[in-house]
Structure formats: C-alpha cells, structure tokens
C-alpha cells in the first residue's frame, strides 16, 4: 500500500475523529484534565488519537477505525508484538485458572527461575506492578544493605512517577528529594563530584542503561564510564542499581550493561517483560538478599499469575527468535532509510542511542516544530511516530513494514523541506 493510498482510506469518513472527540468531552467531566501523564494526547501534535480500540502485531486502531503502523509499543511493553498468539495462550490458560488470589501460583517461582537463570547478576527477584515500583524498591534495597542515604541519579533522567523522581514538583516536598544528589551521564569526572559531595552516606548509584531523557540526544553508556560507575560503588560499599525498565530486553537478554562487562548489583525491569501484561520486577545478587527480604513493600495485584505467566512465555519467545538480532537489523533499516531521505531532501537530523530504540530530532528545532510537522504528516498517512520521545521496534515488525513506513517519511520529510523553503 503506498502513503497516496493509506491517506486516502484515513481521509474515508472517519477523518473527523467524531468518536475520540466524544470520548475526550465526557473524559473532560470526570478525569482531571481528561487525562493524565505520558499517555496524555495533549502532548503530542494536533491530530493525534487518545482513544485506541483494538493492536494486532504492529498495528493500532483507534476508536474511529483509523488505521496505525505503530513505532511506540504501547511506549514500550509491547516487544513481540500485541496479540502475540503464545503470549496470549499462556495468559489465557493462567486466567482460566486464577489470577488474583490469596497467595501467588506457582509461576512466581517459576518466573523468578528464569530471570536468575537469564541474568548473570542476578540470585534472587521481586515481582511488582509498574517501573515506578521497582525503581523505588531498588533504592529501598540499596539503602537497607548498605545502611545509607544518599543516592547519585544522572540529572535530567527518568526514573518513574512517584515524588521522589517525579519530573513535575506539582505536590512534592524537597524532603522527598532531599538525600538525592545529580551527575551528569557518561561524565566521569561529574560522577566522582557526586560521590565526593555524598561522602560515607552513598547507598546507591542508580543509572539508566542508557541516556534517553526526552527531547535530547541518547547516549549509550561509554565502557570506562559503566567501569567507573562499578568500580566507585565498590570502592564506597553502595550498590550499583540499573534503571532497565524502558531498556529491558531489548538490548541484551542478558542485561543492557552485560556486554560492556559491568555487572550491577541491582536491576528495575518493567514494560517489556511481559509483553504488555502489568509487571515489574526488581533483581539483584546476594550482597543484597537479606535487605531484600528485610524491606516491607506489597501490592494487592503485585503476585498475580497471569502476568507472570505471560512474562515467562515473553522470555521463551524473546530468546527462541534471535530477538535482539533481529530488533537491531530492523531498527538500522528504519535508521539508514530515514537518513537517506533527510539527505535527499535537505533536512537536517539526528539519529542517537541504540537503533533498536529510535529517535529523531530535528536540527535547528529547539522548540520541536520541525518534528511535531514530520510525525502529524506521517500520521495522516498511518505512521505512528513521536517526535521527542525514543520509539520502539517490536518482533512484529517486518522489513516490509519498515519499508512502508519509509514510504510515508518520505513524503513527510518532503512536506517539512517545502515549509523551511518557504
């Protein structure tokens, strides 16, 4: 199907979003705002969909039947594609079963056996809902084993939505953020600054696997700075904590830092791991079992088993299908192509951080213009991009969807081109 065609079945009736824009009114009476937070509309250019009603493989369709090769995965849960058959089956029988009950099933077990056979830093793990949870149960840990307070986070990360690592203030107190100290990432120097400042009270260093703040240029972590981060939490007795829950899985099954050779003591993980299905999981290695089992953190729905047995058949298929292969072969055919096109047409663009996750920022756009004009046109004619935020690759996605898709940029990069002539 060519960018000519796909606009003109969007344009077929449905193009007035009657039935999102219906829904946006009565959200408006009854949520503050209508919505909230990163899956908020109203952050994104004007033309974008709130509402979805159904995701098949790669694909999106949203409450007005208007159709989506979707580049964000749900923001990045999904990773083998929504509707995965093995995924769904696994879920389904669990269901049929029980989910929530007055204990967990026999997957909790099952599933920690996996990541600790998959992960080499890991000898134990905790299961939660959200990467908020783990995040903040890792530091909880850290500061348990350790006995200390102070915790080094690169300045300008993303950590979760709770008040201590929440980006808006809006209801937090500086007690919530008092003991929390920044560096900048991949800056040695700066991080050795950090752990100066905290002296004997650093419980943690906790880091993304790597930089992918919004708006911004992604860093993968450089190895002497990942050696470094190691070596100075071993040297002061803290725990190096890896923020994985964006990058899980998608890296390395073995861990975003493992082929760098640095191994934390603790991991967050979420999205990913169960292929859309709500979970997180903390692991780490036996330093920190006992404060582990020390803490007291509980969820009423952290030990159901549906997810978790959709987290165990995630990892069968993640490691039965060459994943992360096929993850980067995919994501450096989008990338070429996009350059290509930018070189073709005179526009001027940056491709940062692992091509499995992508990003496009567009030079000379401080103010994202250039990239709000490029992803709208793309979605009239179903693309689903971000023009800020890192997009996702997910097992669904085939060398001819990624054609497809550059088929629509093309023309979009186009349209950019002729706006800056004029």
């Known amino acids: 199907m060519t960018a000519t065609q796909t606009a003109v079945d969007l344009n077929q009736g449905s193009n007035l979003a009657l039935v999102d824009a219906a829904l946006r009114a009565r959200a408006d009476k009854v949520i503050p705002g209508g919505m909230y937070g990163h899956l908020n ?22 409450v007005d039947g208007r159709e989506y090769l979707d580049f964000m995965c749900s923001w990045g849960p999904i990773i083998a594609g929504h509707k995965h058959p093995v995924i769904d089956e696994a879920a389904r029988k669990q269901a049929e079963q029980g989910d929530c009950m007055n204990g967990p099933t026999a997957r909790l077990v099952e599933l920690s056996e ?7 830093h890991a000898d134990w793990a905790m299961f939660q809902k959200n990467g908020s949870d783990a995040t903040t149960a890792a530091l909880m840990i850290a500061r348990a084993g350790t006995g200390k307070r102070k915790i080094l986070l690169a300045k300008g990360a993303y950590h979760g939505a709770v008040p201590w690592c929440t980006p808006s203030v809006a209801g937090v107190t500086a007690e919530d953020r008092a003991h929390l100290i920044y560096f900048k990432f991949n800056d040695i120097e700066s991080l050795e600054a950090a752990a100066r400042e905290a002296g004997d009270d650093l419980a943690a260093v906790l880091v993304s696997a790597f930089r992918h703040d919004l708006g911004v240029p992604q860093e993968l972590p450089h190895p002497d700075f990942a050696r470094a981060a190691r070596a100075l939490c071993d040297r002061q007795g803290a725990a190096l904590v890896i923020d ?6 998608r890296l390395s099954l073995q861990g975003s830092w493992e082929p760098l050779g640095v191994r934390p003591d603790i991991c967050a993980w979420s999205k990913a791991i169960a292929n859309g299905h709500s979970l997180a999981a903390v692991t780490g290695n036996d330093a920190f079992r006992k404060a582990a089992q020390q803490i007291y953190i509980t969820g009423s729905f952290w030990m159901g088993g549906v997810a978790m047995a959709a987290a165990i058949a995630t990892l069968d298929v993640l ?3 060459g994943a992360i292969q096929h993850f980067e072969k995919m994501g450096q055919r989008l990338r070429d192509g996009l350059q290509r096109q930018a070189d073709k047409h005179g526009v001027k663009i940056s491709q940062t951080g692992p091509v499995q996750l992508p990003l496009v920022l567009f030079e000379d756009d401080a103010d994202y213009s250039r990239g709000a004009r490029f992803t709208a046109e793309a979605l009239k004619h179903g693309v689903y991009l971000h023009h800020r935020h890192n997009m996702f690759l997910s097992l669904a996605h085939t060398a001819q969807d990624i054609d497809h898709a550059l088929q629509v940029t093309d023309h979009a990069f186009a349209m950019v081109a002729d706006v800056a002539a004029h």
């Open 41 to 62: 509309a109203r952050i994104l250019p004007a033309g974008y969909p709130q509402f979805f009603a159904r995701a098949d493989g790669c694909r999106l369709w949203d």
């Open 319 to 321: 490691e039965n299908s």
């Open 114 to 120: 996996r990541l600790v056979g998959m992960l080499p």
């Open 244 to 249: 994985e829950v964006r990058a899980g899985m």
